[in-house]
């Protein structure tokens, strides 16, 4: 079964500080990995996508994948209070589908 | 580009009821994915077409789930005989090019409530 990993949280974090999502896969044949944004009653955004080890920043968003670990990251710096909701993990295993965590609700106090 | 559009948003049967959802991706975009989701928990993938080629169905797709894309542009999704169990937001997405590592834009979704 492939599974991904998040922590449910709730993660709290005050305002200006840095929020730390953090990811686990379990197929090591992984390719690509996504963050998704998702407030309450909406669907879900992109944020951001990594394909290679490393770090990848866009603005205020960084993720970081080891694939040796099977393990990708999402850093906010600078949180503010709009960065507060449900932040989902995506990995896509092959050519075909693309399978989700169940997100971590981050909140960001003012 | 108007982005991927659902319709309806939301959706209220009595159970044994039969519904369906539209979607409307991204203009050009060649794969359309639906997926469902429960309060609490992640995207659930369903099924998913390239054009209008149905390519992969999930185990969560029981036989009452049907999914067209008839002219590899708009897509629906029917469930007969919906079940309590059915209540949940269902979402489409949409990709450019042929393979699963290119980012998925996602409609509004279509809520469903069985009374």
């Known amino acids: 079964q492939k599974e991904v990993e998040q922590n449910s949280g709730p993660l709290s974090v005050p305002e200006g500080a840095i929020a730390s999502l953090n990811c686990t896969y379990s197929?090591?044949?992984?390719?690509?990995f996504f963050w998704y944004r998702q407030y309450s009653g909406k669907s879900p955004e992109l944020i951001m996508f990594?394909?290679?080890?490393g770090d990848k920043e866009d603005g205020r968003f960084t993720a970081q994948l080891n694939k040796a670990s099977q393990y990708v990251s999402l850093l906010i710096r600078d949180s503010q209070p709009s960065d507060s909701a449900t932040y989902l993990c995506?990995?896509?295993?092959?050519?075909?589908?693309?399978?989700f965590g169940a997100g971590t609700r981050l909140t960001v106090k003012p | 580009d108007t982005g991927v559009s659902q319709d309806p948003r939301h959706k209220i049967t009595k159970r044994g009821q039969n519904v369906t959802f539209r979607c409307d991706p991204i203009?050009?975009?060649?794969?359309l994915y639906w997926y469902r989701q429960t309060l609490g928990q992640g995207p659930e993938f369903l099924t998913y077409?390239?054009?209008?080629?149905?390519?992969?169905k999930s185990r969560l797709l029981s036989d009452r789930f049907s999914a067209e894309r008839p002219k590899g542009s708009f897509s629906t999704l029917e469930i007969q005989r919906t079940e309590q169990g059915d209540s949940a937001m269902y979402l489409c997405?949409?990709?450019?090019?042929?393979?699963?590592?290119?980012?998925?834009?996602f409609g509004d979704g279509t809520r469903l409530s069985i009374l």
């Open positions: 077409f390239q054009n209008e080629a149905q390519l992969e």
């Open positions: 990594i394909y290679s080890n």
């Open positions: 997405a949409s990709s450019p090019g042929q393979y699963s590592n290119q980012p998925q834009h």
């Open positions: 203009s050009e975009h060649n794969r």
């Open positions: 197929d090591r044949g992984s390719q690509s």
């Open positions: 995506a990995v896509s295993y092959n050519n075909n589908d693309m399978r």
